[in-house]
C-alpha cells in the first residue's frame, strides 16, 4: 500500500550520468535517462517491441536506444524511430512525471496528468552558502513504514546507537506529539545532559567544549509520503537550547527520503544538512561516515523484524506514546491513501461523472 | 510434522553465553539467554511492542532487553518493564520450557505445564572422568526423518563413507532391528575383518596394534524424537567381541540429536563419546575432525535427497531389511505423533471433559 | 511448453567420463553415465530405494551404483542388484534414449520407443580435416524461445555486440525469411561494407586483407527442437561474397544447441565451425574466447527480459519483419508440440484406438 500520486526520490542526480539508470519504484520498473539538454524522462523499463529491459540501453541524441535491437523511445513512452520500421503503429510504454530538483530526481508514479512540481518539498540548504550537505543510500528490505516508525520515535537511539548517539536521557525525558493537518511532528528536548560520542565530535568541529553540558533537541517532522526531517543539536547548557545563538550550538538536519520499492523493500536516502561550519568538507566526510556508521545499525533490525511481521500477519502491535509518531503518520497516509483510493474509483471509465 | 511435546537440543551450553541465541525449533522462532544464576530460559523471538527480535537484543541483571526501544521482557513471556511505560497490560509472548543439562541447551517447543525434565535423555559420559567427548554441529537442508534413516541403516557408510569407517563387510552381514516400546535397536556384528582406516587410527589412539583381524560392531539406538546413539568400536579378534575386555577393544558411543528447524531443515548436533584413553586431547581432537569430515560427506547426498522427495511426493519408497531401524523409528514417531493430536483435540476448548 | 519426443544435447562428450553427470532437461532430472564399453547411458536420477540422487554415485563395471546404499542400476532403469537384496520386485525408474554422436551426448526426453537416432542432426565438420571446431557453454535464465529469437534475428548485433561483430548496415539491410517444412532460414546480405573488428580478425586468420570493402553474409537455419546454425563470414568485395571461391573468403558455421532446463531455464552450447586454416589451434582458441565474449554479451539482456515478460504475462509482443525469424520459428514449434499434444492423446490407455 503506497500512495501513488505523489513524489518520491528516486535517484540523486549525481547517480544519472550518461547511462540509463533502472530503479523500482512502487512495483513499478522505471528507467531514468537523461534526455535533450540533460533534462530528466522516465519511462517504464519494458521496449514495447520484445521485453526488453530498456535501462540495459543507452541515449543517443536524447533519445533512449533499446539496447537490444535499436528502438528509439520517446520521453512520453512513444516509439520515436526503430532501424527499418514504421513505429507509428507501436503500442506506447508508459511515462512517468520526473523532476530533478535540490540534487535529486524525483518520480510521481502515479498518473502523469496529476503531477504538481509544486508540490516537492523544498530542501532550504540545497545550493545555499550557508549550509552543507552530506547523504547516502541503503536498500532495505522492509515496509517503508517500519522506517518511518523507526525515524518517528528516537527512544531506539539509545538501544540501536548506543556508542554514538543514543543515550539513557532520550528514554527519560517525553516526547510530544502534534498532528497539523498531513504534518506530524514529534519532539524531545532534554536539559543539562553530557553530549553523546557524535555530538562530541560535532561540538569538537564547531570549535566549541564537549565536556560542559548541553541541551539537546530532537524534531522529527513526517510529511507524506515518508519524508522524515529531523532537527537535531545540542547547546551549551542554559543558553537556551534550541533557541541558543549561533555561537553556543550545534545543529543540523538529518533527511530521510523513504522510497518503496516493493511492498517490503525500499530505497533509503539518508543525510544530514547542517548550518555550522559548512565551507569544512572533511566535516562533512566525518559526519557522512559517522551517519551511515550509525544507519547501518539499524539495517538488521528492520529486516528482522519486517521478517517478524510477515510470519505473524495478525499479532496487533503495541502503540504507545513513544510511538505515536508512527502512528500518527500512518493515520495520515492511511487517510491518503483512501482519498486517493476513492478518486481512482469516481474516474474510473464508466462512472457517472 | 514433528512432536512439540519432547526435548530437543536447541544449542550447545557453550554457544549461550552473554548474548541471546536466536534459533528455529520446529517452526518456532525463539531466543535463548542465560538469566539469573546463570538460568537457561526461552521465550518468543518477537518483541510485544513492534516485533523486533529479542535475538538482536542483550540481557542485562537477567533480564532480556529488546535492542529496539529497551522493553525488558521476563523469562515467563511477561513484559517486566519498559522506560517510561507502564506494561501491565502488555501481551505475553510464549515461553518454552528449556533446561541446562548434560552440556546441552533442552527446549520443549510444546506447552510448558507438559514439560518433565526428567524425560531428558541421560548421557553417561558427561562430566565423567571414564569419559571424552567432542561433538560438532551442521545445518543442512532435510526432513528430520532422513536423518533418522541415514543413521539407523549403517549399510551407507560401505558408499558414502567409504574411506574412513566404510567396508564391504557391512553391507553383507545382515542387521537385526528390535522395538521395544519407543525404543528402536539395530545391531550389526562383523566378525575377523580388517579394520577400516577410521578404527586403525583408534586402535592406535588405544595403543592396540592396528593390523591383525578385529571383531566389528554397531548398535544404533533410536528414542523420540530424534535421538541416535551408536555404540561402535572393534576389537581384536577372537576376545569376545562386543564383550571383549578393555585392553582388547576400542569403543564409542556415535552421538547425534536432530533438531528440526522447519519441515525440511535440521540442526544437527553429533559427536563421539569414547571409554578408552579419555585424558588424551589430541586424540579427542582428531576424532572429532574426522566425524567432522565423515559427517560432512552425508550433507550433499541427504539435501539432494529431500530434493528428489519434495519433486516426487507420489513416490513410495522402498522398506527393506536394511532400512528396517528407519521404517520402525517412523512408526514409533507417527504413533506418538498420533497420540499427541489426540491429546491436543482433548484439551481443545469447547470439549466435553 | 518443450517439445519432449525429439533430441537434445545433454552435455558435450567430453563433459561425460569416468564420474555420473546429474542434469535436468525438459524439467526431468537425468543421470548421465559411461556403461560398459564406454557406451552412454541415462536414467532417472532417483534411486528406486529411497529417492537418492544416483548422479551421487559411481560406474563399476559399467553399472551406475547408488552413491548412499549400493544399488546397482542398470541402464533401462531397471535394479540390477543390491547388497543382500533380492531386486526383482524393485520399481523400475525411467530410462532415457541417448547417443554419442559428433562430440556431443544426445538425449530424447520423450518416449525411448519413439526415438529414432536417425534423427539426429548430422554435423559436418565433425571429425573432418577440412574443419575446426570451437566452443563452450553457458547456464541462462530464460526460456529457449527467447534465445532461439535472439539467434534468428541478428539485428541484435548491432546493439548487443557493437564493438565485435556488430555493424549499422546490418539494420539498414533488410533479411528475407523462407520456411520450408520444419525449416525457418533467415537471411542478411551485405556488400561493400568495412568489416567489423571479429572479421578483421579472422580475415587477418586467414591471411586475408582486413583493411579493404567486404561482402558479409549471415544465414540463420532454425531447425526443431531449439538448434540454429547460422552461417556467417565476408568476402573481399566483388568476387561473389557468399559464393566467393575460398581464397577470398572466410566463413564459418555459429552453431547453437539450445536445451530447455527448466521453463525458464537453458542449457546453451555455442560454437563455431571454420572450413578455413582448420589446424591452427590458436586461432580456434582465440576465436572461441572472442565467441565467448560476444555471447556473454546476451546474458544479462535475456534473463532481465524474462524477468520483465514474467512479470507482464499479459503484453503481446511486437512480430516485426525482424523478428519473422523467431516469429515462424514459434509457429513450427507450436504446430509440433500441438502434433505431440494429439498423439500423447491417442496413445492414452483407454482411448480408442
Same mark, same amino acid.
Given at each position: 500500500?503506497?500512495? !501513488?500520486?505523489?513524489?518520491?526520490?528516486?535517484?540523486?542526480?549525481? +547517480?544519472?550520468?550518461?547511462? #540509463?539508470?533502472?530503479?523500482?519504484?512502487?512495483?513499478?520498473?522505471?528507467?531514468?535517462?537523461?534526455?535533450?539538454?540533460?533534462?530528466?524522462?522516465?519511462? +517504464?523499463?519494458?521496449?514495447? =517491441?520484445?521485453? /526488453?529491459?530498456?535501462?540495459?540501453?543507452?541515449?543517443?541524441?536524447? !533519445?533512449?536506444?533499446?539496447?537490444? =535491437?535499436?528502438? +528509439?523511445?520517446?520521453? &512520453?513512452? !512513444?516509439?520515436?524511430?526503430?532501424?527499418?520500421?514504421?513505429?507509428?503503429?507501436?503500442?506506447?510504454?508508459?511515462?512517468?512525471?520526473?523532476?530533478?530538483?535540490?540534487?535529486?530526481? $524525483?518520480?510521481?508514479?502515479?498518473?502523469?496528468?496529476?503531477?504538481?512540481?509544486? !508540490?516537492?518539498?523544498?530542501?532550504?540548504?540545497? &545550493?545555499?552558502?550557508?549550509?552543507?550537505?552530506?547523504?547516502?543510500?541503503?536498500?532495505?528490505?522492509?515496509?517503508?513504514?517500519?522506517?518511518?516508525?523507526?525515524?518517528?520515535?528516537?527512544?531506539?537511539?539509545?538501544?540501536?546507537?548506543?556508542?554514538?548517539?543514543?543515550?539513557?536521557?532520550?528514554?527519560?525525558?517525553?516526547?510530544?506529539?502534534?498532528?497539523?493537518?498531513?504534518?506530524?511532528?514529534?519532539?524531545? =528536548?532534554?536539559?543539562?545532559?553530557?553530549? #553523546?560520542?557524535?555530538?562530541?565530535?560535532?561540538?569538537?568541529?564547531?570549535?566549541? /567544549?564537549?565536556?560542559?553540558?548541553? &541541551?539537546?533537541?530532537?524534531?522529527?517532522?513526517?510529511?507524506?509520503?515518508?519524508?522524515?526531517?529531523?532537527?537535531?543539536?545540542? /547547546?551549551?547548557?542554559?543558553?537556551?537550547?534550541?533557541?541558543?545563538?549561533?555561537? =553556543?550550538?550545534?545543529?543540523?538536519?538529518?533527511?530521510?527520503?523513504?522510497?518503496?520499492?516493493?511492498?517490503?523493500?525500499?530505497?533509503?536516502? $539518508?543525510?544530514?544538512?547542517?548550518?555550522?561550519?559548512?565551507?569544512?568538507?572533511?566535516?562533512?566526510?566525518?559526519?557522512?561516515?559517522?551517519?551511515?556508521?550509525?544507519?547501518?545499525? &539499524?539495517?538488521?533490525?528492520?529486516?528482522l523484524q519486517q521478517r517478524n511481521l510477515l510470519a505473524h500477519p495478525d499479532r496487533a502491535l503495541l502503540k504507545l506514546n513513544i510511538d505515536a509518531g508512527g502512528v500518527q503518520s500512518r493515520k495520515v497516509l492511511d487517510r491518503l491513501l483512501e482519498e486517493e483510493r476513492a478518486a481512482a474509483i469516481a474516474?474510473?471509465?464508466?462512472?457517472?461523472?
Amino acid at each position: 500500500m503506497f500512495l !501513488k500520486n505523489t513524489w518520491y526520490v528516486a535517484c540523486t542526480a549525481a +547517480e544519472l550520468q550518461e547511462k #540509463p539508470l533502472g530503479r523500482q519504484i512502487c512495483g513499478e520498473r522505471i528507467v531514468f535517462y537523461r534526455a535533450l539538454d540533460n533534462k530528466v524522462a522516465a519511462v +517504464e523499463d519494458f521496449c514495447p =517491441h520484445r521485453g /526488453a529491459p530498456l535501462s540495459l540501453g543507452y541515449v543517443c541524441e536524447g !533519445k533512449l536506444v533499446c539496447g537490444y =535491437h535499436g528502438l +528509439e523511445m520517446g520521453c &512520453d513512452g !512513444k516509439t520515436i524511430a526503430m532501424p527499418g520500421q514504421r513505429v507509428r503503429g507501436f503500442p506506447a510504454i508508459r511515462s512517468f512525471a520526473v523532476v530533478e530538483r535540490f540534487g535529486f530526481i $524525483w518520480v510521481w508514479p502515479g498518473g502523469v496528468n496529476l503531477s504538481d512540481p509544486g !508540490k516537492i518539498p523544498h530542501l532550504d540548504w540545497y &545550493d545555499n552558502p550557508e549550509w552543507a550537505y552530506g547523504g547516502g543510500f541503503f536498500y532495505i528490505n522492509c515496509d517503508y513504514r517500519l522506517m518511518v516508525d523507526n525515524l518517528m520515535d528516537l527512544t531506539h537511539e539509545t538501544y540501536v546507537h548506543s556508542s554514538s548517539i543514543g543515550q539513557k536521557e532520550i528514554d527519560e525525558v517525553p516526547c510530544q506529539t502534534v498532528v497539523e493537518g498531513d504534518l506530524v511532528t514529534t519532539s524531545r =528536548h532534554m536539559t543539562n545532559i553530557m553530549a #553523546p560520542p557524535f555530538w562530541k565530535m560535532a561540538l569538537r568541529g564547531n570549535k566549541l /567544549a564537549d565536556d560542559i553540558p548541553v &541541551d539537546r533537541w530532537q524534531i522529527c517532522r513526517f510529511t507524506p509520503p515518508s519524508n522524515v526531517m529531523i532537527e537535531v543539536g545540542v /547547546a551549551h547548557a542554559g543558553n537556551g537550547g534550541y533557541d541558543a545563538a549561533p555561537e =553556543h550550538k550545534v545543529g543540523s538536519v538529518v533527511v530521510d527520503f523513504i522510497t518503496p520499492e516493493t511492498e517490503t523493500s525500499i530505497l533509503y536516502f $539518508w543525510g544530514m544538512a547542517r548550518k555550522f561550519n559548512p565551507t569544512d568538507a572533511a566535516l562533512t566526510d566525518s559526519i557522512r561516515e559517522g551517519q551511515r556508521k550509525i544507519f547501518s545499525e &539499524d539495517l538488521q533490525m528492520l529486516e528482522l523484524q519486517q521478517r517478524n511481521l510477515l510470519a505473524h500477519p495478525d499479532r496487533a502491535l503495541l502503540k504507545l506514546n513513544i510511538d505515536a509518531g508512527g502512528v500518527q503518520s500512518r493515520k495520515v497516509l492511511d487517510r491518503l491513501l483512501e482519498e486517493e483510493r476513492a478518486a481512482a474509483i469516481a474516474l474510473a471509465p464508466g462512472n457517472p461523472s
